[in-house]
């Protein structure tokens, strides 16, 4: 069975439509908001994806970009990339050459695709886009674009199944993730992760320390860089576009998490830690980097340089351990770009809002602009079941400070896991966050919807304002006959 | 029956206690939660009220203090002030007199009363408390302070009876709001009122336009100055602690919202403007607001100075209709602080986040420190259903910016009625935002909340860290026994 497109919003009014590029099978997903009387109808920017049977997958729309290139030996299953080859997004944008992928995203923002390419290029922007992931629809992370939304589900080895954590996967989608991680855990990762990418539309990220992890029984003292590679190419094989890799928590900064209220809650960073702590020796990811850099440069997964030292409340906010793994995450931003791997930079976590400029802007200069993708940041502690408000409120505003992406936080979090309620909850709070942040940094276009929307409002256009509404359905359930009829409306 | 102090948070682990101050019956709640092992208990500012039996109303705690300075004339329910006595407490923090108010807010607060009586004395802060609430316990609101929320409750025309508004009163204040705004509309507006005021110990705040509106039949062309007079004596009489007054909506300012987005979206602001038009003449309350100030000053109800003319959308804020208004409100602050009035300034709205700070430094140089207290403001209208979110972020980000009193937004606005439910979600929210905006300007010992329920997170107590929970309910209720038991302790 087919799932289907978009659930019926407003019968016929809401509905998915597509702008072709120079080529007919490069078409770019919008939902189009058809409006009453005279007003013009409104393109909105569209995740949901083409809807696919969960058995069969998505067709890989971008399978033959990537045969054109050549780059790639067509197996069954998928490609295997040839040797020597580095099929990356950002070694084309420095080749000068727009790709497809590159075209579709200029489409999908608004600009013109020579912007694309120099973002790309300058390493601002990345196109996460794994060759073994034909079914992804092309999207950019950058300050320049707009702020894009993650959203992490995953099975854990005691609850949730596979079609459950599917089913997540295109709800999120459906509300308007971006990206969405699996941090997936238990017994059961390669076949979930399976499952997810060929059923996703968006771009799939993961932490493979969990799977390695899985594979020496859960004990970090007995993990080792040849298990981590091992996993790292059965993930890029199978297709994930961009992964967390703690590479900058080194031994000689997890001393400086002792003192802290919470120390180290990045569950990745206290895996290493462990491990540096256990053996004494320097983080294997660290040493092995440039060797990782060539392994994801063959499939073109992006490095999502993973911040295993944030801090996890508001008094470890901004401190040395932090900031020390920043600068190592500067290193290894130019080892990746040496190597033409795409690389974006993860951050906090816990900040008050004081101190959460402060966060972007040392980011961007040790990073060389590399694009930031944070965690919220919550700006309190005091409210576990509402860390999707508190995270929401940060995320906002790093957003306007030049935040490519935010990875959302559930009602659940810190207290359980996420089911399809909060998932929602969550994406919905982000996309908030995120088109908050597109009106404060003037993005172009993005204001064109709160107008549309408000003056659906004023000139009581209930329907139009549902259909435009982030959520029409709640918006609809939520309106009220018992409403005063007809508020101010004098000027 | 008399309603319970609190409900059973974590059985006797959070409960009411009273500071003492220099008389026995000057008492300060505090809700102190009790830790397990050797953490000690945390004290947190406390809104719940003392509890009540709606029928009988709360005991006048502050009535002793009140007859003790002799500018009331008791009389059955309530008190008569004598004629040409300026009771407020700006008038006796001018004349260097701490009062018990004074004394009751500065060990709430944790200050030395002197800077509670010189902060009054300057203007930046008030203390609403008009000599026929009795009942309430007093609470300050300035930029020097704690953030503090505002729910706003009342009957509708149509629908809720005056018991659920009562509940809704305890309800809100339970969840911590510092004041509560009876919006009451309807033919039982002063039977509401009287029931909300006598049970509530938070101060009250009304727009006295909806009463005389509903005096001339609902047509805005028949209100007169006589009428509106008539109903702030009588509101006055009642206890209203503030009061919203739309005086800055100027008959040339009218225009300038004509090409707005969305016109005039305040009811007051909409009532004021069309008596304008239809008269062709200056808005009465700014014609009688010497007159007006007399009459406040007798009973010590504070000025709400209302924005008629604020942003009802994105597209519309920080505008010249806006600023117009603003411009006006400074100047008619300063007549209120001639007739030893307090004053506080409302304020937006609708407003990108970009656009929040403009506002607030506007506000403080027009209105010379007078406390702003404003409508979140929304930060982006594309989510209806969900307005609780897009205005807590900019609640936050105007609070940290100096924004005294945060007015809530539910998820019902601009859709209907809050419900119950709505009020808590909105409660909770604006808690969030104005103990972030606490933290981000480093108000001291707003962290030690943050700190005690982190250091509890990390230690795995969760008892502890329910009870220090915001909502203690839904955090214990979403924790999640699949929760991986043992993360990240590493350092």
């Given at each position: 069975?087919?799932?289907?497109?978009?659930?019926?919003?407003?019968?016929?009014?809401?509905?998915?439509?597509?702008?072709?590029?120079?080529?007919?099978?490069?078409?770019?997903?919008?939902?189009?908001?058809?409006?009453?009387?005279?007003?013009?109808?409104?393109?909105?920017?569209?995740?949901?994806?083409?809807?696919?049977?969960?058995?069969?997958?998505?067709?890989?729309?971008?399978?033959?970009?990537?045969?054109?290139?050549?780059?790639?030996?067509?197996?069954?299953?998928?490609?295997?990339?040839?040797?020597?080859?580095?099929?990356?997004?950002?070694?084309?944008?420095?080749?000068?050459?727009?790709?497809?992928?590159?075209?579709?995203?200029?489409?999908?923002?608004?600009?013109?695709?020579?912007?694309?390419?120099?973002?790309?290029?300058?390493?601002?922007?990345?196109?996460?886009?794994?060759?073994?992931?034909?079914?992804?629809?092309?999207?950019i992370i950058g300050s320049?674009?707009?702020?894009?939304?993650?959203?992490?589900?995953?099975?854990?080895?005691?609850?949730?199944?596979?079609?459950?954590?599917?089913?997540?996967?295109?709800?999120?989608?459906q509300w308007g993730a971006?990206?969405?991680?699996?941090?997936?855990?238990?017994?059961?990762?390669?076949?979930?992760?399976?499952?997810?990418?060929?059923?996703?539309?968006?771009?799939?990220?993961?932490?493979?320390?969990?799977?390695?992890?899985?594979?020496?029984?859960?004990?970090?003292?007995?993990?080792?860089?040849?298990?981590?590679?091992?996993?790292?190419?059965?993930?890029?094989?199978?297709?994930?576009?961009?992964?967390?890799?703690?590479?900058?928590?080194?031994?000689?900064?997890?001393?400086?998490?002792?003192?802290?209220?919470?120390?180290?809650?990045?569950?990745?960073?206290?895996?290493?830690?462990?491990?540096?702590?256990?053996?004494?020796?320097?983080?294997?990811?660290?040493?092995?980097?440039?060797?990782?850099?060539?392994?994801?440069?063959?499939?073109?997964?992006?490095?999502?340089?993973?911040?295993?030292?944030?801090?996890?409340?508001?008094?470890?906010?901004?401190?040395?351990?932090?900031?020390?793994?920043?600068?190592?995450?500067?290193?290894?931003?130019?080892?990746?770009?040496?190597?033409?791997?795409?690389?974006?930079?993860?951050?906090?976590?816990?900040?008050?809002?004081?101190?959460?400029?402060e966060n972007v802007d040392?980011?961007?200069?040790?990073?060389?602009?590399?694009?930031?993708?944070?965690?919220?940041?919550?700006?309190?502690?005091?409210?576990?079941?509402?860390?999707?408000?508190?995270?929401?409120?940060?995320?906002?505003?790093?957003?306007?400070?030049?935040?490519?992406?935010?990875?959302?936080?559930?009602?659940?979090?810190?207290?359980?896991?996420?089911?399809?309620?909060?998932?929602?909850?969550?994406?919905?709070?982000?996309?908030?966050?995120?088109?908050?942040?597109?009106?404060?940094?003037?993005?172009?276009?993005?204001?064109?919807?709160?107008?549309?929307?408000?003056?659906?409002?004023?000139?009581?256009?209930?329907?139009?304002?549902?259909?435009?509404?982030?959520?029409?359905?709640?918006?609809?359930?939520?309106?009220?006959?018992?409403?005063?009829?007809?508020?101010?409306?004098?000027?």
């Amino acid at each position: 069975m087919v799932r289907p497109v978009h659930h019926d919003w407003g019968g016929n009014m809401r509905r998915k439509v597509y702008v072709e590029g120079s080529r007919p099978d490069l078409r770019v997903p919008f939902a189009e908001v058809e409006l009453t009387g005279d007003n013009p109808p409104v393109r909105l920017y569209d995740t949901s994806g083409p809807g696919s049977d969960p058995e069969v997958g998505l067709p890989p729309l971008r399978g033959p970009w990537i045969a054109a290139r050549g780059d790639v030996a067509p197996v069954a299953g998928g490609g295997t990339p040839l040797a020597g080859r580095r099929p990356t997004q950002l070694a084309y944008a420095r080749a000068g050459v727009v790709t497809d992928e590159m075209e579709f995203v200029a489409i999908r923002e608004g600009v013109d695709p020579s912007v694309v390419r120099e973002e790309i290029a300058a390493g601002r922007a990345v196109l996460p886009a794994n060759v073994n992931h034909p079914e992804s629809e092309p999207m950019i992370i950058g300050s320049r674009f707009l702020v894009k939304v993650n959203a992490n589900i995953g099975t854990s080895a005691v609850t949730s199944s596979i079609a459950e954590e599917v089913d997540k996967l295109t709800w999120a989608t459906q509300w308007g993730a971006d990206t969405v991680m699996d941090l997936s855990t238990g017994k059961r990762i390669h076949e979930t992760r399976e499952a997810i990418i060929r059923n996703s539309a968006v771009p799939i990220g993961t932490v493979p320390i969990y799977q390695a992890l899985e594979k020496v029984d859960g004990d970090p003292v007995k993990l080792s860089w040849e298990i981590f590679r091992e996993t790292v190419i059965e993930q890029a094989e199978q297709g994930v576009d961009y992964m967390t890799v703690h590479a900058g928590v080194l031994l000689p900064y997890v001393p400086l998490a002792v003192n802290r209220v919470t120390g180290i809650v990045s569950r990745g960073g206290s895996i290493m830690a462990a491990w540096c702590l256990a053996h004494h020796r320097e983080n294997f990811l660290y040493e092995n980097f440039a060797e990782l850099c060539e392994i994801l440069a063959r499939y073109d997964v992006t490095f999502s340089l993973g911040d295993g030292l944030r801090p996890g409340s508001i008094a470890d906010a901004n401190d040395e351990a932090q900031f020390a793994e920043l600068r190592t995450l500067g290193e290894l931003t130019h080892v990746a770009w040496e190597h033409d791997v795409q690389v974006m930079i993860e951050g906090p976590g816990h900040v008050p809002m004081h101190k959460i400029k402060e966060n972007v802007d040392l980011q961007q200069e040790l990073c060389a602009g590399a694009p930031f993708y944070t965690l919220g940041p919550l700006t309190t502690d005091i409210a576990p079941a509402y860390d999707h408000i508190t995270s929401a409120i940060g995320a906002a505003m790093i957003g306007m400070f030049g935040t490519a992406m935010l990875c959302y936080v559930t009602p659940k979090e810190h207290l359980g896991l996420p089911d399809r309620d909060d998932v929602k909850a969550g994406v919905i709070a982000y996309k908030i966050a995120a088109h908050a942040a597109d009106l404060a940094k003037g993005h172009p276009g993005a204001q064109a919807w709160d107008d549309a929307l408000s003056k659906a409002r004023f000139e009581f256009r209930w329907e139009d304002q549902f259909n435009l509404a982030l959520d029409p359905d709640t918006a609809r359930a939520y309106h009220d006959a018992t409403l005063p009829a007809a508020p101010a409306k004098t000027a």
